[in-house]
């Protein structure tokens, strides 16, 4: 398949940023494409972003080219996925949905290039969508003012009959779209997700409603005009296609309300896209609010990591359903008849993931419990260890500070960035690689009702601090510690965890709430390795490996929570080696130019430690701490 962006002279893509973006899949319409593009920058008012999908084998590509480079219908952004013989699945539906996958505008409407759907009724869908709140905004041919100009009797009439035959088969889902065929059609971005539509020809919008039947929809009528130019894709072939379409909606199971096979029927899908540095991405159908820092709207390409919601019966945990060459799954179900915690894992070129709603259901869980310990074996694939540590900077310095959960390093954080003037990298995860350059990993932070009363300007309500106590006490140390003793028990701690932070989530708080106006930095290069621990007061230089080992250790406590031990050897090994032995090197070899030490205090004063004795220390040998 051949991409390209063709802008037009004076707007650059990383600036632009459409309210709609015109998909219109093409096949050997040359002659329309000039005036299909002059009509659309006559009628515009809004920056609008034209995305033409090819299957021509005519001059079309070509003429896009040239008239996008032109500059003539400026500020129009014309762009071109032309996709060649062999790689046309599923006509002009699978065009859709490639556009649909690569547009960037806030709506997305799909027309023809013919110009029997007039270019100036995009302005009246764009308006009725939002006007009316609508997910789906149908041009309609039947709609009361509207008419067909280009369809003969006979084709009319056959035309009606279609429609009325669809809207017979799902009366429910179709009561409010008198057009179910119509190829003109108005999309909010994001409400559903193409890769997980079945586009068989011409009818996408029958396909779309019959797996999305919740869509907040609404009508826009319009004049069918005669084609501008060239002959009518209209067959009986595409007819036949039509017949089995909707006889395939009808006999699915689950209505086809599906995001992946076995999926639930789910309310109007909006599709959270993830892209982390550039490294993973990911596409999850509920929301991970610990990676809200790397949302994106769309995703070029394939994601690594795929989340979605199932429907489990109830199977044995930690059952192992398959092992292959190619791909490797695993289930881990608490035994609650698919109430519970139950996910499903498979690994490959991508990685799916399959959940239950209770754990769709509480957000935090689900990035913790199951995303996070999958992205961390992937990044190791990618060449970065993500790291337990909080990591602050000092200009292009970083230094990292590591400790056994809840020991206080979040705290310990937060005071050294109001002691003086550092930067913020993340807190409790921080990518490195193997040359010791590290790259924010900005999740919120967790905190707890001693951090809020160490620091000296959080940003937090009354209502905020008021429920902070409740919070604090049932997400602490002591409650972490009680649950992994049931877990030891085989008492399903995971869906009693998730069931818990679904009415009582965690205090999690982006660092600009806790210490308002601290620089945040993207990225820095290893300086310093602190470890930090309670004990009598203390202070020791430590070696390379030393330092390794204890942030090791520090990497394997902080993922223990069930279903982790579950998991974890399918995750390290899916690749065909083990993970494990590339994580410690990776470590090894970043940490290779980083002074490490330790400091052990009773008073939780780490971070008055850090700032005097690392930070500006003077050339010669730290002295060790006077006792207070």
Same mark, same amino acid.
């Given at each position: 398949?051949v991409f390209?962006t063709i ?9 632009f ?10 096949r050997?319409?040359a002659?329309?494409?000039?005036e299909l ?7 515009c008012?809004v920056?609008i972003?034209v995305?033409?999908?090819d ?5 079309t590509p ?26 046309r699945a599923?006509g ?6 490639e556009?649909?996958r ?8 799909v027309m ?5 759907h007039?270019p ?10 939002i006007?009316s709140?609508?997910d789906?905004?149908?041009a ?7 008419a067909?100009?280009?369809f003969s ?5 056959v035309?009606?009959l ?6 017979a ?7 409010k779209?008198t057009?179910?065929?119509?190829g003109f ?11 997980h539509l !079945?586009p068989?020809?011409f009818k996408?919008?029958?396909?779309i ?5 919740n869509l907040a929809t609404?009508?826009v ?7 501008y130019?060239?002959v009518?894709k209209?067959s ?5 296609r039509f ?17 992946l096979?076995?999926s639930?029927d789910t309310?109007p ?5 993830y892209? #982390?540095?550039?490294v993973?991405t ?9 990676l809200?820092k790397?949302?994106?709207r769309?995703l070029?390409?394939?994601p690594?990591i795929?989340?979605?919601?199932k ?8 059952e192992?359903?398959d ?6 799954s695993?289930?881990?179900?608490e035994?609650?008849g698919?109430?519970?915690?139950? #996910? ?6 991508q990685?799916m ?8 259901s ?8 199951v995303?996070?310990p ?11 260890a993500?790291v !337990?540590?909080?990591?602050?900077t ?6 990292l500070?590591?400790a056994?959960?809840?020991?206080g ?5 937060l ?7 550092y ?12 040359d ?6 900005p999740k919120p932070?967790?905190i707890?009702?001693?951090?809020? !009363?160490a620091?000296k300007?959080?940003?937090?309500g009354?209502?905020e601090?008021?429920?902070?106590p409740?919070q604090?006490r049932?997400?602490s140390k002591?409650g ?8 030891e ?10 069931a ?8 999690k708080?982006h660092v600009e709430?806790?210490v ?5 930095s ?8 602190t470890i ?15 330092g390794?080992t204890i942030l090791l250790e ?12 579950s998991l974890?050897?399918?995750?390290h090994?899916?690749?065909g080696?083990?993970l494990?032995?590339?994580?410690q090197?990776?470590?090894r070899?970043?940490l290779?130019k ?8 009773p008073?939780l004063?780490w971070?008055?430690?850090i ?11 730290i002295a060790?701490?006077?006792?207070p």
């Amino acid at each position: 398949m051949v991409f390209s962006t063709i802008e037009s002279a004076e707007v650059s893509a990383e600036s632009f940023v459409p309210v709609m973006s015109v998909v219109t899949p093409t096949r050997n319409e040359a002659d329309s494409v000039p005036e299909l593009l002059r009509r659309l920058h006559r009628s515009c008012d809004v920056p609008i972003e034209v995305l033409f999908v090819d299957d021509s084998d005519d001059e079309t590509p070509r003429i896009v080219e040239e008239i996008s480079t032109s500059g003539q219908f400026d500020p129009l952004v014309i762009r071109l996925v032309h996709r060649p013989p062999g790689e046309r699945a599923g006509g002009l539906g699978g065009a859709v949905c490639e556009g649909l996958r690569r547009a960037g505008g806030t709506w997305v409407c799909v027309m023809d290039a013919d110009l029997q759907h007039p270019p100036e009724t995009t302005r009246d869908l764009l308006a009725k969508g939002i006007e009316s709140d609508a997910d789906l905004v149908v041009a309609s041919r039947f709609l009361h003012r509207s008419a067909i100009e280009g369809f003969s009797p006979s084709r009319h009439m056959v035309s009606q009959l279609c429609a009325t035959t669809a809207r017979a088969t799902f009366p429910r889902r179709l009561r409010k779209v008198t057009d179910p065929l119509s190829g003109f059609f108005m999309l909010r971005n994001g409400v559903i997700d193409p890769d997980h539509l !079945h586009p068989h020809g011409f009818k996408i919008l029958m396909e779309i409603i019959g797996r999305y039947p919740n869509l907040a929809t609404a009508e826009v009528g319009f004049i069918f005009a005669e084609r501008y130019a060239g002959v009518s894709k209209a067959s009986v072939r595409e007819g036949a296609r039509f017949v089995r379409q909707l006889a395939g909606v009808r006999s699915s199971k689950n209505n086809l309300n599906r995001l992946l096979p076995g999926s639930v029927d789910t309310k109007p899908v909006r599709v959270y896209n993830y892209d #982390i540095h550039g490294v993973l991405t990911v596409r999850s159908h509920a929301r991970l609010p610990e990676l809200e820092k790397f949302r994106v709207r769309r995703l070029d390409g394939t994601p690594n990591i795929v989340v979605a919601e199932k429907r489990f019966g109830c199977r044995d945990r930690g059952e192992l359903i398959d092992i292959s060459n190619e791909r490797s799954s695993i289930r881990y179900d608490e035994k609650l008849g698919g109430r519970g915690f139950t #996910i499903e894992v498979e690994t490959g070129s991508q990685t799916m993931v399959w959940v239950s709603h209770l754990i769709s259901s509480s957000p935090h869980v689900l990035y913790t419990n199951v995303v996070e310990p999958i992205l961390r074996w992937k990044f190791v694939e990618k060449g970065y260890a993500l790291v !337990h540590a909080a990591c602050f900077t000092e200009g292009d310095d970083a230094h990292l500070v590591t400790a056994r959960t809840d020991t206080g390093k979040t705290t310990t954080m937060l005071k050294i960035l109001e002691l003086g003037d550092y930067g913020f990298l993340s807190d409790d995860l921080v990518l490195l690689d193997s040359d010791g350059g590290l790259l924010t990993y900005p999740k919120p932070l967790t905190i707890s009702n001693h951090t809020v !009363h160490a620091l000296k300007s959080a940003e937090l309500g009354p209502i905020e601090r008021l429920f902070l106590p409740i919070q604090s006490r049932l997400h602490s140390k002591t409650g972490r510690e009680f649950a992994l003793y049931l877990a030891e028990k085989s008492i399903p701690v995971a869906s009693f965890n998730a069931a818990v932070q679904r009415i009582i989530p965690p205090p999690k708080y982006h660092v600009e709430r806790l210490v308002p106006g601290a620089p945040v930095s993207s990225s820095a290069t290893l300086k310093t390795l602190t470890i930090i621990k309670r004990g009598e007061r203390d202070h020791a230089e430590l070696t390379q490996d030393e330092g390794m080992t204890i942030l090791l250790e520090n990497c394997e406590d902080a993922f223990g929570f069930p279903p982790y031990k579950s998991l974890e050897t399918l995750l390290h090994t899916c690749s065909g080696y083990d993970l494990r032995f590339v994580e410690q090197e990776i470590i090894r070899r970043g940490l290779a130019k980083a002074e490490t030490s330790m400091f052990s205090s009773p008073s939780l004063g780490w971070a008055e430690d850090i700032h005097t004795h690392v930070l500006q220390k003077d050339e010669t040998d730290i002295a060790v701490p006077a006792a207070p």
